[in-house]
């Protein structure tokens, strides 16, 4: 079953392509749109808990890249 995602799957299908010349399965697109969802859920999650550690209301690039290392 298809979900709704934040990203439009057009641009995952653009990022796949732009990668490959293989064609590229709908399924394809939103099995990867869908994980890449997930990280960005993740990373978005432990960003807030970053900023909200150092007592502040806005969530920085720092935060980001804190919550990928």
Do not use: C
Request: net charge negative; hydrophobic share 40%; charged share 35%.
């Amino acid at each position: 079953m298809e979900r709704d995602t934040a990203l439009p799957n057009k641009a995952v299908m653009r990022l796949l392509q732009n990668r490959s010349d293989l064609r590229i399965s709908e399924e394809a697109v939103q099995n990867l749109n869908e994980h890449l969802e997930d990280v960005a859920e993740d990373i978005a999650d432990q960003a807030a808990e970053g900023a909200r550690h150092a007592d502040r209301r806005t969530i920085q690039g720092e935060d980001i890249e804190l919550a990928i290392e």
